[in-house]
């Protein structure tokens, strides 16, 4: 199975190199701001953390 995935991600890089990292933007382009809701129901915003050391995860 692992060979397989293997072979899976080989075969995407070769067809487009770029595939797998995302979008490119200019250099100095600012994020927009995040914000949403906590799983309490409070309103949330990403620069409430700003400064501060805080954990993350993405996945897709």
């Known amino acids: 199975m692992a060979a397989l995935l293997s072979l899976a991600l080989l075969y995407s890089r070769l ?3 770029q ?7 200019p250099p100095g382009t600012v994020a927009p701001p995040l914000a949403g809701t ?3 129901g409070r309103p949330l915003a990403l620069a409430d ?3 501060k050391p805080s954990p993350s995860f993405s996945a897709f």
């Open 49 to 51: 953390f700003r400064a």
């Open 38 to 40: 906590g799983d309490d």
């Open 19 to 25: 595939g797998l990292l995302g979008t490119a933007y």
């Open 15 to 17: 067809r487009n190199p």
